[in-house]
């Protein structure tokens, strides 16, 4: 078999493959809303019914919440291995506010842009129906040509990833060995221009904590009481001021401690891409990386854990003045993860931290807000090479390994849960509008897309 | 004539005193509400009436708010040094909550507690028409057994003190030569205790400050952004964990300039008190003076200046979490100033401290929120030793020199726009309720008081 001919079948099949696409953005799934719950049941509905078109064994599976949908490929394989795990989500955002909207957001169209590029617009064209629909439309042409598929794909769509994903543990717990492969995909992600692929290898997590300082029983008039009543602020400033040192290190005990330095190759890469730290702060009035000193913008973002303060209040913070010396004192902090550091052992020694920094008559309560460990794929991984490899293939223009910035929890969860590494290939673009009015999906992704599946699975069972 | 005369015609005098405490309790002269300015009108005329009749030159004086009383003794006097400014205010706090009040709030009545002691129950009975009137009715008893007054007396009667004041600079300006004499007397303070007079010699002054520290020109997230973009809250953090020193001193330059060291005698007198700090501080749940390292409750309260953060804010406060770099951050600090601190040198050290600590990309706005320096009557003052000998004559235990932590605007306006000391001499107590229901004076504070102002009187004309 050549991949010639199951990409030429793709080129081929695009206007159908458009229309499916056109069909599921019809479907409402928005899944914070409960009005569009049947909604979100009909997207499930329609997935399942697609994969079983292809030869799939497809159901459309029961969570507390919106439905998974769940497809094996039981049919001929090229090879047996490896075994991956193909995950994306049907559900949208919602569409508020739909008067910025120039059409329906539901009604998808294609947009010919004055340079003649063509973008699909409507919700969740690129978040995340046009980028599930890339990898089913690769399996299908596969199939159509070859009766068969390169290797062994199970996929997974979910239909609450806008909505926090409040089923996805039991769901994975409860279905651990269904879902444990050899590696998991995700097309969740973006290139990192229209050019020039990417895949995804790390992405840092996330240690949310909420601590409150208090004091006095009762807030205190500053005349009569300042000088020898605690001000809980005061504490609070002196606390978080020695989280970070003079160069901008996280001086928590430990805090290093899983975090590698990045692979010179992968921080020439980095560094070749060009993005200087003026292009990426000057849109938002910032010029100097505000991160650890001697590091490039990208690796502070992608490669390096921060500490940041996420909202800060105590006393009178309304118009005017007050001379309070308030009871409390409150700050959300977050901690950006990546490599293995622990959320567990971060949140303890943040804790044991602030404790230890409390004078006498200061009490802090604390109050986690979710942990998640940072994903690293490790650079060196046959996975990465491959996909790689089929991306540079595709595009002519070699693939990046980039770095994300944010979490996705279910990346996480693949590995603490599942055990499974996960490689992140997207076609998304930065101006794609995602959770924004009128969403678009660059007709180059989609097809781009579709390609770069099928290349993808064909060198994933070259081994 | 002896002293004991004009004490016995006070003592005889008593209840028609307090009638015209109640008449005057009774005009509902509350500042801050439009719907009572008729009345606050009437208690300006009742005041200077009242003036007029013990043989003052007395007028209502129009203001761009509710007006002052101004009157003058033009009358025999036995000597003519020194000339004193008395003031005090006829304008009182609101009543709300209502119906926390045992009786109206405007029909005055004599409450006798368990223990015989009688109080009197109104608004305003303390703050402050019963304290300006002690000192009319000393005046009163003075004239009428001696057909004159010891010394040159002026009376400043205010009507918005209960409401900020607004109209006092101004009428100060205008009237300075006719206002401006040799020592200012205010009767708005407290005793020690009930047994104990007390002169207040220092109060300390304010500064108010609002800081704005900004950033990037918009939130940011926290994932895609944490790292590389600055933090206005960690900015912040940084820079008021840096006001205070390990020892509790402030470290702005120049910030001690005119902060002497206490008298010992005055020192031993405080620590004489016997005010521990525990006594002090357990009421509001502490334990530990947080002041200056080294110096007891009442120093670090009454003779040392304070910087204190009264309210802070900054990104996400709300319930949850939410991962933002906020574009601003925002702290609303006060310094209490003692002795010689000059409010605009402290406001400008202060900018210049927070200016030298700004990184690249973060801007900072200053708002002010007012400034008067501390009093400090000299602790070797003679109208100190006078009033306080007079004090103690009166009442049988020595009178103590007292600070205040609080401000209180008018006497920094008479040191700096009229070139006067002021002696603060008051009989409440801490339990008068003042600002809240049911608020009381005591029969012993009003009797004493009038006897106090009038051995204070006589002894000023002693030389």
Excluded at 81 to 91: N, T
Excluded at 106 to 119: H, L, N, S
Excluded at 363 to 375: I, N, R
Aim: proline letters at 6%; hydrophobic letters at 40%; charged letters at 25%.
């Amino acid at each position: 078999m050549s991949i010639e001919a199951v990409l030429s079948r793709i080129d081929a099949g695009l206007d159908a493959s458009l229309g499916r696409l056109f069909d599921l953005v019809r479907i409402k799934s928005i899944s914070t809303d409960p009005a569009f719950a049947e909604e979100v049941r009909r997207g499930a509905e329609w997935c399942a019914a697609e994969l079983a078109g292809i030869g799939f064994e497809a159901s459309v599976r029961q969570t507390a919440g919106h439905p998974m949908v769940v497809a094996h490929w039981r049919g001929k394989v090229a090879r047996e291995a490896p075994h991956v795990l193909f995950y994306g989500h049907y559900d949208v955002q919602p569409v508020d506010p739909i008067e910025l909207w120039a059409t329906d957001p539901f009604e998808p169209r294609i947009e010919t842009r004055a340079d003649g590029a063509k973008q699909i617009v409507g919700r969740g064209t690129a978040d995340d129906k046009g980028q599930l629909l890339t990898f089913v439309e690769a399996a299908r042409a596969f199939v159509a040509e070859t009766g068969g598929l390169p290797c062994r794909v199970t996929v997974l769509l979910e239909g609450e990833e806008e909505s926090g994903s409040p089923s996805l543990d039991a769901f994975l717990l409860e279905n651990k060995a269904e879902l444990s492969h050899d590696v998991a995909l995700v097309c969740d992600t973006n290139m990192w221009d229209a050019k020039t692929p990417a895949i995804t290898a790390t992405l840092r997590g996330l240690v949310g904590e909420e601590v409150t300082i208090t004091a006095a029983d009762r807030d205190l008039h500053s005349g009569l009481f300042g000088g020898p009543a605690l001000n809980p602020i005061r504490v609070l400033a002196k606390i978080l001021a020695e989280l970070h040192d003079e160069t901008g290190r996280v001086t928590l005990p430990g805090f290093y401690d899983g975090v590698s330095e990045l692979p010179a190759e992968v921080k020439a890469s980095w560094d070749g891409l060009g993005l200087t730290a003026d292009a990426f702060l000057k849109p938002y009035g910032l010029s100097t990386p505000a991160g650890e000193q001697g590091r490039s913008v990208l690796e502070q973002l992608w490669a390096r854990p921060t500490c940041e303060f996420n909202g800060i209040t105590g006393g009178y913070t309304g118009e005017g003045f007050k001379t309070v010396l308030p009871a409390k004192a409150t700050v959300k902090v977050s901690f950006r993860l990546v490599g293995d550091q622990d959320p567990a052992k971060i949140r303890a020694s943040f804790r044991a931290f602030v404790e230890a920094r409390l004078p006498k008559d200061a009490k802090a309560s604390f109050h986690p807000h979710g942990g998640s460990p940072g994903l690293a794929l490790p650079f060196d991984s046959p996975w990465l090479a491959t996909a790689k490899a089929a991306l540079t293939a595709e595009w002519g223009v070699p693939a990046v390994l980039i770095g994300g910035g944010g979490s996705i929890p279910v990346v996480g969860r693949f590995k603490t849960m599942l055990g499974m590494d996960t490689a992140l290939v997207g076609f998304g673009l930065d101006d794609d509008r995602i959770h924004s009015p009128n969403e678009k999906y660059d007709l180059t992704s989609f097809h781009g897309g579709i390609r770069s599946w099928a290349r993808i699975l064909d060198a994933l069972a070259q081994g």
